[in-house]
């Protein structure tokens, strides 16, 4: 069974940073994009960020561009997402998905065919 576990959330302060994980298996996990998503209390769900099957391609929403760094282990079945600089705007619960064999700049709007469990993020102080 396709499986992904993302974890890392936590409680930080404003400008603090986190990394968050996602841990994947059951399928081939070189051969597909992964992307985060994350949804606030009260809002849509909101593309966050993808990387290409190699890492070689990135795709970052505009709110977390040049905060927020995405990238892949593929020895490791894992795909990151280093927070930095975080605000009160970035609480949400972050979830990782694929399904698709590239992300595309409108990689937000694609089709997933699996999600991880989610991890929460809260940004307070």
């Known amino acids: 069974d396709v499986q992904l576990q993302a974890s890392g959330g936590g409680l930080v302060q404003p400008g603090g940073s986190l990394r968050l994980s996602c841990a994947a298996s059951g399928f081939t996990f070189g051969a597909y994009a992964i992307a985060w998503f994350r949804q606030a209390p009260g809002k849509e769900r909101e593309g966050v960020s993808c990387?290409?099957?190699?890492?070689?391609?990135?795709y970052y929403a505009d709110s977390v561009k040049g905060r927020f760094t995405i990238s892949r282990d593929n020895a490791k079945n894992t795909v990151y997402l280093q927070m930095n600089s975080l605000k009160p705007e970035d609480t949400a619960v972050y979830s990782c998905a694929t399904g698709i064999y590239f992300c595309g700049t409108t990689y937000y709007m694609r089709q997933y065919d699996y999600w991880g469990q989610g991890t929460l993020v809260t940004v307070s102080s």
């Open positions: 990387i290409s099957s190699s890492g070689g391609n990135t």
